[in-house]
Each structure stands twice: as C-alpha cells, then as structure tokens.
C-alpha cells in the first residue's frame, strides 16, 4: 500500500508498506497512523491518499545505497527500512536537517543517529538520493530547529 502524506514539519512523502492495526486500534503503516483512533474511522488530516501497490511489487530489491554523506538538507531520497512488526518499507520524500536533535530525518523518521550525522539509524536498510535539492525544484521544508508539541490526538 502507498500512504501519502502532508506534514507542515517534514512536507509531502510516501510510506509504501503493510497495512497494519496499531496498539490503539487505529489502521497504520510502518507505524504511521493513516486513520484517527476514535469511534468514527476517519483518515489522519496528513493523510491525502491510498493507493494500492501491484502484486508484482510486493518483493522490493534493495536500492543501492548512497552515503549518508553525500544527503543534504532538501534531496528527494528514498529510504528502505526494517523494522518489528512492520516488516520492510519505504519513504519517499525529502531529507531535512534537524539539528533540535542532531539528525537527518525522513518524514518522522531518523536517518542518521543523532549527533553522529553519518551514521545510518538503526533500522535504516538503505537510502538513494532521487534529485538533488538543487535540481528538483520541489518547496523544501525549513531545517527542524525545534520539535513539534504533541497534539492531544497523539
């Protein structure tokens, strides 16, 4: 499944994984919740489509992977995770440089360990650079100088 996503933190990305229920009953993906945990089912406000992936995608081959050191602030990447009870997923989207935690983030996930900006996160499989910041003319989303607060629905 392809979950696709606006966030005013970490602009537009992909989540292409399994559909999965979550701890509070809610549907997610790669633990992404894509519909409100309340009594009425409703899509998450981030959320803006869903889309089905073709059988033939299900087996994902692992994308060459490109140095964390040569991704910056603002490049169109795509990353292949694994992690329990996922299983493995991609994000499509922008990396951003988030020094409120010393790290290079993906959507609302770590690329980097923080301070050490070049060691792959934990569960990071692989991540290919798509276009560079300078070259896909898409709006890049300000570094992240301070996280956001909670909401009370989270």
């Known amino acids: 499944m392809n979950a696709y996503f606006r966030n005013a933190v970490y602009g537009p990305f992909v989540i292409t994984g399994t559909l999965t229920t979550l701890a509070h009953g809610s549907l997610g993906i790669a633990g992404q919740?894509?519909?409100?945990?309340?009594?009425?089912?409703r899509p998450v406000p981030e959320l803006f489509a869903l889309t089905p992936v073709p059988d033939h995608a299900d087996v994902e081959p692992i994308p060459s992977t490109t140095p964390l050191s040569e991704v910056h602030h603002g490049d169109l990447v795509e990353a292949v995770f694994d992690q329990n009870?996922?299983?493995r997923f991609t994000l499509t989207g922008m990396a951003l440089d988030a020094p409120a935690g010393g790290v290079l983030?993906?959507?609302?996930?770590?690329?980097?360990?923080?301070?050490?900006?070049?060691?792959?996160a934990e569960r990071?499989?692989?991540v290919t650079i798509l276009e560079p910041a300078a070259e896909h003319g898409g709006a890049v989303p300000a570094r992240i100088h301070r996280w956001p607060e909670p909401s009370p629905e989270d």
């Open 33 to 41: 919740a894509i519909e409100t945990g309340t009594g009425t089912r």
């Open 85 to 87: 009870p996922y299983g």
């Open 105 to 120: 983030v993906l959507g609302s996930r770590f690329l980097t360990q923080p301070v050490a900006t070049c060691s792959p």
């Open 124 to 126: 990071l499989v692989a």
